[in-house]
């Protein structure tokens, strides 16, 4: 069974007078213990994709449907691209927030904290951090559930290479226990981890990569 359906689902916005198509009659399933990469340039609907699967947007046409059609917390999680940490929490209660707001534990706050080598920085505020931390803690942050399915929005980018092993690792244990895992992104050494990889170019699934017209 799959986690997340979406059939010919369509997103367009109004710019001024022209209207965007941003996401183009995309079909897509996503199953459990699966890792899969979402891949385009910028502009491509990445995002767009990403918030109709999580109920942020709602489609113009089509369905969504699966453990994200109506957002239930205990089993869905986002590293959205913006972070969103909460600057008046410190790393730790940060990552640790989903709990305090009601959600089962799937892991310990410490151990996922050290797993991604932020160990030492959880007395502080975000703002005290990198943003490379910040993006770690919010990565462990959707992590502490353990939730069946996890959305991530480019959660390498402020990553060297040494921290996005961590990451992906990361990632990839919590696929290979059984969850779902559907991730934008441009890092090749997180492609490499990925299967499968769909490609996304101007709102559309694309069977190869090939070049905006
Ligand atoms: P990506 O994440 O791949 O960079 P996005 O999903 O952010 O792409 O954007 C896809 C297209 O939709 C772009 O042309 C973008 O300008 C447009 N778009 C995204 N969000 C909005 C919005 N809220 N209003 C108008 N246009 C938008
Ligand atoms: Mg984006």
Redesign the pocket.
Known sequence: MSTVRLSRVTKR???GREI?T??DAVSLELGRESMTALV??????????L?LIVGGETPDEGTVEGVSARPDWARLAIVPQTLGLLPELTMTENVGLPLRLGATAGGDVAEVMELLGLGSLGERPPEQTSLGEQQRAAVARALITAPALLIA?EPTSHQDEANTGRVIDALAALAGAGSCVFL?THDRRVLDRCDPVVH?LD?AITDEPRLRR
């Open positions: 916005y109004q710019r965007v941003a996401v385009g340039p910028s502009g491509s609907g990445k995002t767009t994709l918030n929005d934008a996304i709102g």
